[in-house]
């Protein structure tokens, strides 16, 4: 690999010593290609052991689930890839990009991130370069963060407040006429500069002012304009005969070819590797990536700004980007179902297509002549997804001057079904274990939801939780045929070792599941029937008594759907011992009246039968003390 800034087909890794150094060189890659293929590498997946991905997901838990990922691992690499034709040499020109991501630091903005031990040793089969990421990572700030920090900077700034709407409306007064004088003093501004630029001092006496609103005035254009000398002088407010009421007069210093400008704060020159991010968006070009909804979320959500926690909120934040490519959903495609790349991953779909020719014209690049590609490196990985977007898009039969025209393209009645199909996975992406894709634009998700209640609708899901460790999805296939009929059109997905999804046959079944669950909680002669050591596990059977049931709501709630602070959202947990072992208790489970503590000196959590609780067990009162 090459560092250099001459040769831009090999990958130059960029660290924080040369970042600002080929910073213009990237942005004017970005502004000039025809397409840009991304990849990133995160420090981990899956924050809370239920949120591996399950068929009964919807969008809104799936989105959810990556918005909480972001916002408490981080991305440590961001791998882009921009493709430009090269019209002399009939052929395209690739230059990659790796950029070693980390956080910046701030007293107002210092998160507490995770990373996963797995993810750990997964990058390091894989060669990640983890002495670079610690010890020369570019420091980024989001643009939330950022505007976080200014608005407290801001509030601490502004320690005298106006006292009414005529005070604030009297001094922008003020302001406009000093915003009205520096536009009269950059206009008379010589162009260039000379060796005679000779400093001149202007001044502009402002009307007369208490002394709190000259206040505000120091304190204002401190903040715009901190070169700015404000002062108030005798021979200004000699006719004033009361030291309350005087006239400030402004005055600066400049050279006549200097511009006046308002001073940026200093936390504003920290964005990082989000100018590279904001450049992407801001340019219009395809972006192209592979399984992109995971890639999408950390780059937006974890380089750019903070996700909304509305799905739809995030669907309208997409319309930024013309043109998406999952791959991921064009492999799947039942037009290239002979091909067999739908189960693929990227580096296997790509030595897949490697030997295809259907007219694609050649990709320069030394990553090609040297066989240098390492697979799970960002930026290797962008560029390997570039190729293998090249070679499908030809494949379905399109040309290359049909890339910058996706979103005019038009499905038609003479277009190849390989054409047509490949036109709808634009701006979509694959979600795994999920038969439908997401699509990226409101009014598209709109109409899929509304158009096929089962998109959205999970009346017939049940999350049932405190699942004995014996239990397995056999007992409950019996349980559900003994006691409701349920043979068939069933299926179990679990979420950790004590919790799972049922997905039933219909929405009848569920609520009478649920019903018969309530009812049971609420007999005041029910017992709990695993308070009692079983003897033979094999013949256990399930007691809806023994479990919590609950609607789908309950599954979108531990996924903290529409929740809008989840950055850090781990609960406190205590670990309780009883006859059954050590368990972990969320803070959830301690306020279920089935828990008691039995001394409040030596806490040790017990299980406590319904019938201790009877009518309150619904009402989840708090959780009482006793003394041994």
Not at 127 to 152: A, Q
Not at 186 to 213: M, V
Not at 272 to 288: M, T, Y
Not at 406 to 412: G, V
Request: neutral net charge; contains cysteine; glycine residues 4%.
């Amino acid at each position: 690999m090459s560092d250099t800034g001459a040769d831009f087909a090999s990958v130059v890794d960029m660290t924080e010593s040369n970042f600002l150094t080929y910073l213009p060189q990237v942005l004017e890659c970005i502004k000039s290609c025809d397409f840009i293929a991304f990849d990133l590498e995160f420090s981990g997946t899956d924050y809370k052991p239920y949120f591996r991905s399950v068929y009964a997901d919807t969008f809104e838990t799936r989105y959810a689930k990556y918005r909480v990922d972001v916002e408490n691992f981080y991305p440590i690499e961001l791998g882009i890839c921009c493709f430009t034709w090269n019209e002399s040499e009939k052929c395209y020109m690739s230059r990659p990009f790796n950029f070693f991501v980390c956080p910046y630091s701030h007293k107002l903005c210092n998160p507490s991130l995770s990373i996963r031990a797995s993810t750990l040793s997964f990058l390091r089969q894989h060669n990640f370069k983890f002495g670079r990421l610690f010890s020369e990572g570019i420091p980024t700030l989001r643009k939330s963060d950022e505007e976080h920090i200014l608005r407290y900077q801001r509030l601490s700034a502004d320690r005298y407040d106006y006292k009414s709407d005529e005070e604030l409306e009297e001094m922008e007064g003020i302001y406009a006429q000093i915003e009205e004088w520096i536009r009269s003093i950059n206009s008379s501004t010589k162009a260039e500069s000379t060796e005679e630029d000779r400093i001149t001092t202007l001044s502009l006496l402002l009307p007369p002012l208490n002394s709190h609103k000259r206040k505000l005035l120091y304190q204002e254009m401190a903040r715009r304009y901190p070169s700015m000398i404000l002062s108030e002088q005798t021979q200004d407010n000699e006719g004033f005969h009361t030291g309350k009421i005087k006239r400030t007069r402004i005055t600066v210093a400049k050279k006549a070819s200097e511009v006046l400008a308002p001073t940026l704060p200093e936390i504003t020159n920290h964005a990082g590797v989000r100018i590279v991010v904001e450049a992407v968006l801001d340019s219009h070009k395809p972006l192209i990536g592979f399984q992109g909804l995971g890639d999408l979320t950390y780059m937006l959500g974890g380089i750019y700004q903070e996700l909304p926690p509305r799905l739809a909120d995030f669907l309208r934040f997409m319309e930024r980007v013309d043109v998406f490519v999952d791959l991921k959903l064009v492999a799947e495609l039942p037009a290239l179902r002979e091909e067999n790349l739908g189960s693929l991953s990227l580096s296997n779909a790509y030595q897949a297509v490697h030997d295809w020719y259907f007219g694609e014209p050649d990709v320069k690049s030394a990553l090609i002549q040297d066989g240098s590609i390492c697979i799970h490196d960002a930026a290797n990985d962008a560029f390997m997804t570039g190729i293998l977007f090249l070679k499908l898009f030809y494949r379905c039969g399109f040309k290359r001057e049909a890339i910058g025209s996706l979103l005019q393209t038009r499905p038609e009645g003479a277009m190849r079904e390989s054409m047509q199909a490949f036109l709808s996975c634009v701006n979509a992406v694959s979600l795994y274990h999920m038969t439908r894709a997401l699509p990226l634009r409101l009014e598209a998700y709109n109409d899929l939801v509304n158009g096929d209640a089962t998109v959205r609708d999970r009346k017939n899901v049940l999350i049932i939780e405190d699942i004995a460790p014996w239990f397995n999805s056999k007992h409950f296939s019996t349980f559900f045929s003994k006691h409701y009929g349920v043979k068939a059109n069933i299926y179990f997905n679990w979420l950790d070792d004590s919790r799972m999804l049922a997905v039933l046959p219909s929405q009848e079944v569920a609520e009478k599941v649920l019903q018969d669950w309530q009812e049971v909680c609420m007999s005041e002669d029910s017992e709990a029937s695993f308070s009692k050591t079983p003897t033979d596990f094999c013949n256990r059977s399930v007691e809806l008594k023994d479990l919590r049931v609950s609607p789908f709501s309950r599954y979108e709630e531990l996924c903290f759907v529409n929740k809008k602070h989840v950055r850090n959202c781990y609960r406190v947990c205590w670990v309780m011992k009883t006859w059954r072992g050590a368990r972990t208790v969320s803070s959830t489970d301690r306020r279920s009246p089935r828990w008691r503590c039995e001394s409040p000196s030596s806490p040790r959590w017990e299980w406590r039968p319904p019938s201790w609780s009877g009518r309150r067990r619904l009402a989840n009162p708090p959780l009482s003390r006793t003394s041994e």
